[in-house]
Nanobody, 114 residues
Framework: VQLQASGGGVVQAGGSLRLSCVISGRIFSLNGVAWYRQAPGKQRDAVAGISSGGSTNYADSVKGRFTISRDNAKNTVYLQMNSLKPEDTGVYLC?????????WGQGTQVTVSS
């Protein structure tokens, strides 16, 4: 399984971005996909996830502002980020998880200026 994240950029506080995670390979083996954020000097934290059945979950810090969704026809998982805050700054990575292990894609940088 391969995952490729894109869509990051520089945005002012209050702005929006949409990240994309394109998935290829043994897609049918995935139990779900999650987005993580790694801020400078901090640990990598889960931001949002979506299961193969469509259930979603969010970190408390992004509830009501971020929305995770998927387009099965395009093998893509999205993260719509609204009302962005400077503390949302970091590298965003997508992860596919299976019973056999996890697969990480390359990250995309999001910078929110105040």
């Amino acid at each position: 399984v391969q995952l490729q994240a894109s869509g990051g950029g520089v945005v002012q506080a209050g702005g929006s971005l949409r990240l994309s995670c394109v998935i290829s390979g043994r897609i049918f083996s995935l139990n779900g996909v999650a987005w993580y954020r790694q801020a400078p000097g901090k640990q990598r934290d889960a931001v949002a996830g979506i299961s193969s059945g469509g259930s979603t979950n969010y970190a408390d810090s992004v509830k009501g502002r971020f929305t995770i969704s998927r387009d099965n026809a395009k093998n893509t998982v999205y993260l719509q980020m609204n009302s962005l805050k400077p503390e949302d700054t970091g590298v965003y990575l997508c992860k596919g998880y299976t019973v056999a292990g996890d697969y990480w894609g390359q990250g995309t940088q999001v910078t929110v200026s105040s």
